[in-house]
């Protein structure tokens, strides 16, 4: 009895203890209004902006596919970080940032455009566009031809813009121009849930009235509801109409178009990059030359295939206006609808080739978007989000050249398409001859452009590199910075092979330009101990070559000799013109003009067709053929191999 009674004190105080330390413990909890996690809404997220702060795609994807981690790239992306956020909130966007999302292209909630033949289309204008200045110059892009007393002036402005400025200054910035569609695309119909988009123009000592007509024509021409902005961004320019003019001239439009100007000569491709920083209020970039006008319904095709698969980017069709006289026609060249692909030699030279049958067959319309291998650059429109994640062009390309190339071959390879739009047309003002040009920054170096397509070939090209050296053999000891970022960006995102490219979208490209063979010798061709070596003096489809002073430096004086026999220049040949003694250059394939011999040892080359060798006149600075004599020390050469720096 005596255990019973003190095992039963003893679990009273066993029980009285516990009851205790919960009533004190109990106090020491916080009440609901001083949650130190902060206080909590209905739906159980803190107070604030957490979702607007990071914005997934959406829909969100819920498809198969290659997974890959963007938070390294979203991390660069700086319009989305809140650097001023709490720590707390930092940290969960970093959780929500580790989700997986891929490039496998998906269809958002947008209807395919229609063909309603008959019917005007939804966007197509009711009433024509009134004229900047009824009957003035160049309206309805008519040619405007100036007399012989705007000679001097004419000539000046094209020196230091590469246009007749003197015309365009009498051109109403807001003339109307003509419709170069085809007449089907009068009648497509578009989901009118387009995305919105930030039109981002780059310039850097742009012509007044060729800069603002290109402001003016997309203000005048896109539909107010998809037009967010218009982003500027001067890339340290020193002209003074493009300072406190410009500022105040874009006033007018209430912040509609906005300008930023960069601290120093960044060159177009980072400008770009720039640009899409600052351009934040659209879904969709749209990038335009400083010399364009946008053509009549420009807008809805070019932006609704990426309202419908947010990873295709689109391009319009550009039209060639004149630089003198401000016409505007279509580019020449396509099939026989004027559709081409773009396409590129293996010097990476830019080319256009006929749309394939194996394309036509994958549309049902003549104006349908058709897929391209590639882009000129200038002119395209990509979605925001989607260019972010793809790194935006690569940094370390410097100024102009190849990063038409880069972005194309990243769209395709790494799970997006790139497609051509008929029915968004764009004229652009190419540059005329007698420009001076716009010299790039001494902190850039020699060999920008050269740089910039060995960057692009040993990140993306694989084995297929070896065409580039041999089309290029002066790069194969470039300098060309570290790539190695580019290469773990192409393994963290499975991109595909080049060779997988090649196969399936460039497959027509080696029809029209072949693999090129291998060389046998290349470099400068000097007359033997002279100080003289041939040269194309630019001349390319049938100009003389010429004997011009030795450079080293390569460019119209760089050429190689290949297995198949072909004395070569970038994609021209040697041969013998039509007086049958003048040697020209002139465009040729592979089973061209397969007719010269280096001999080495001899120090000569021989025109195996004909037995003759290559002959020149020191005093005419002339090149041809003449009957083969080893006594002329005329018909001695040597070819000095060139390294680019």
């Not at 516990?18 to 001083?34: I, R, T």
């Not at 290949?562 to 040949?573: F, I, R, S, T």
Request: hydrophobic share 35%; proline share 6%; glycine share 8%.
């Amino acid at each position: 009895m005596r255990l019973k009674v003190g095992f039963i004190i003893r679990s009273l105080l066993f029980i009285g203890t516990f009851l205790g330390l919960l009533v004190f413990w109990s106090s020491l909890s916080p009440k609901n209004d001083e949650n130190p996690f902060g206080k909590r809404n209905n739906g159980g997220l803190p107070k604030g902006d957490v979702p607007d702060q990071f914005k997934p795609v959406v829909p969100w994807p819920h498809v198969e596919g290659v997974e890959v981690d963007l938070n390294s790239i979203r991390l660069k992306h700086v319009g989305v970080n809140n650097r001023n956020h709490a720590d707390q909130q930092q940290n969960q966007k970093r959780v929500i940032q580790q989700q997986y999302v891929t490039f496998k292209p998906h269809t958002q909630g947008h209807t395919s455009p229609i063909l309603k033949k008959g019917i005007l289309g939804n966007f197509e204008p009711k009433e024509p566009e009134p004229p900047g200045v009824p009957g003035g110059p160049g309206e309805g892009a008519k040619p405007f031809v100036l007399g012989p007393e705007y000679k001097d002036a004419v000539q000046s402005s094209i020196k230091e813009f590469g246009f007749n400025m003197v015309a365009s200054d009498m051109i109403s910035l807001d003339r109307t121009i003509n419709d170069l569609r085809h007449e089907e695309c009068k009648y497509w119909h578009y989901d009118d849930r387009l995305m919105t988009s930030s039109v981002v123009i780059v310039f850097h000592n742009e012509g007044w009235s060729t800069l603002m007509r290109t402001v003016h024509s997309v203000i005048k021409r896109t539909p107010t509801r998809y037009l967010a902005e218009i982003v500027m961004i001067d890339d340290f320019s020193n002209k003074d109409h493009l300072k406190e003019r410009l500022e105040e001239y874009i006033k007018q439009w209430n912040g509609l178009v906005q300008l930023f100007r960069n601290e120093k000569r960044e060159g177009l491709i980072q400008a770009r990059s720039i640009g899409a920083n600052k351009a934040t209020k659209g879904q969709v970039l749209i990038y335009l030359d400083a010399h364009c006008e946008v053509g009549i319904n420009w807008y809805p095709p070019l932006v609704a295939p990426i309202s419908k698969d947010r990873t295709v980017c689109t391009v319009p069709l550009i039209d060639y206006i004149d630089g003198n006289q401000y016409s505007m026609e279509p580019q020449q060249g396509g099939d026989e609808d004027g559709l081409a692909r773009g396409a590129w030699d293996w010097s990476l030279l830019w080319k256009r080739v006929p749309l394939s049958q194996r394309e036509k067959a994958q549309r049902k319309h003549t104006t349908q978007p058709y897929r391209s291998p590639a882009m000129a650059g200038g002119l395209f429109a990509i979605e925001r989000d989607f260019f972010f994640e793809l790194g935006l062009y690569d940094p370390g390309l410097q100024i102009w050249g190849g990063e038409n190339f880069e972005i194309s071959y990243k769209i395709w390879q790494c799970g997006g398409q790139l497609l051509f739009v008929p029915c968004s047309r764009i004229g652009h003002i190419y540059r005329l001859k007698g420009w001076q040009g716009n010299p790039p920054p001494a902190h850039v170096g020699s060999s920008p452009t050269l740089k910039n397509y060995v960057r692009v070939v040993e990140t993306w090209w694989d084995d297929y590199k070896d065409y580039f050296y041999a089309s290029r053999p002066e790069t194969r000891a470039l300098a060309y910075g570290d790539i190695s970022e580019l290469k773990r960006f192409r393994e963290e995102h499975r991109c595909k092979s080049f060779k997988w490219f090649m196969e399936e979208i460039a497959y027509d490209i080696p029809l029209h330009y072949p693999l090129p063979p291998k060389n046998v010798d290349w470099g400068e061709i000097r007359g033997f101990e002279t100080s003289y070596c041939i040269d194309s003096m630019g001349h390319t489809n049938g100009g003389n070559v010429e004997m011009g002073p030795c450079h080293r430096m390569g460019g119209n004086q760089l050429f190689r000799i290949n297995e198949a026999d072909q004395l070569m220049q970038y994609d021209q040949c040697l041969t013998r013109g039509g007086d049958n003694s003048a040697v020209i250059i002139t465009h040729c394939d592979q089973k061209q003009h397969n007719e010269w011999k280096y001999f080495t040892d001899l120090h000569r080359f021989t025109h195996l067709t004909t037995g003759k060798c290559l002959d020149r006149s020191d005093l005419l600075h002339k090149v041809f053929t003449s009957d083969c004599d080893t006594s002329k020390t005329t018909q001695k050469w040597e070819m000095n191999n060139i390294v680019a720096v």
